[in-house]
């Protein structure tokens, strides 16, 4: 059989890589509930690129993401409530946005965990500088996990299964552990490198919400009566049905769209934005 098939290559996978199949399989038996939306992005996409006409810097559409996501969940923090052992909600006062960022170790560029504390209490203009300075930070070779969590999942099999199924039993029974480790609620930009592809990503959960975000394409679409082009995000929301029922995740959901839509919170950032790039910048 193999001389019916061309050449390959047997490559090592980075040790960073190989700790993720198990992180994965930490999460896995969740029973989620999943929106497939539309987004109308066009006010927020042309605040953005008007600032960089202006001022010459690339705002963060991430961070605008994490910024409408946690003002969303702060006005009803239960859909971000961990679980417990015993049937218990943990409902925690801080929305803590979990994503992913792209950093150097040596010479490759990684997609690195990053949380973003507090986020409910942050400005647009405070989480975006926040990401900035950490897209800019080099790496740990750990990638960010604790080094004892990714020599435990690459243990042999069958340490390996009676290790993950300890490690589930611990999480369930604290949520806060996995709430310091990646966050409350969480955003993975499966559709950041696209350019002018629309698509919903469907990824495994990691906490009762997430978060994941598709392409953005042009559309046409009715505005007050008329059809216009309009840019559109395909984007995923997935909740932990175990945690929320449908009505309050319809109602999240709503309030959510309804604050991406409006570019909440740009335009009051703006003026900041102005001082803090010397004359003619923006804040919010």
Not at 204 to 219: C, E, F, N, Q, R
Not at 233 to 238: E, F, G, I, K, S
Request: with cysteine; hydrophobic share 45%.
């Amino acid at each position: 059989m193999d001389k019916q098939i061309g050449p390959y290559q047997v490559v090592k996978l980075p040790p960073e890589r190989r700790a993720m199949p198990g992180f994965n399989d930490l999460n896995a038996g969740k029973h989620c509930m999943y929106g497939l939306l539309e987004v109308d992005v066009t006010a927020a996409r042309q605040f953005m690129a008007q600032h960089r006409a202006q001022t010459g810097e690339s705002l963060s559409f991430t961070a605008y993401l994490a910024f409408c996501l946690a003002r969303a969940v702060d006005e009803d923090k239960v859909v971000q409530a961990f679980m417990n052992s015993r049937k218990q909600l943990i409902v925690f006062d801080d929305v803590d946005v979990g994503l992913m960022v792209e950093r150097t170790i040596g010479v490759r560029q990684v997609l690195i965990g990053y949380v973003i504390r507090g986020t409910n209490h942050k400005s647009y203009r405070q989480i975006h500088e926040e990401i900035r300075v950490a897209q800019s930070t080099l790496a740990p070779p750990s990638r960010g996990m604790p080094r004892w969590f990714i020599a435990a999942m690459q243990l042999p099999w069958p340490l390996s299964t009676v290790l993950k199924a300890a490690l589930r039993m611990a999480l369930r029974h604290n949520p806060t552990i996995p709430a310091s480790l990646a966050g409350t609620v969480g955003i993975t930009a499966v559709g950041m490198f696209s350019k002018g592809q629309g698509g919903w990503g469907l990824s495994p959960a990691m906490h009762s919400l997430d978060l994941v975000v598709g392409g953005i394409t042009w559309k046409p679409a009715i505005v007050e009566g008329r059809i216009e082009a309009r840019e559109i995000l395909d984007l995923t929301v997935v909740f932990d049905h175990d945690v929320i029922d449908g009505a309050p995740a319809a109602r999240f959901t709503r309030r959510l769209v309804e604050l991406i839509e409006g570019a909440y919170g740009l335009a009051e950032d703006r003026a900041s934005a102005v001082g803090d790039t010397g004359g003619s910048s923006v804040r919010r």
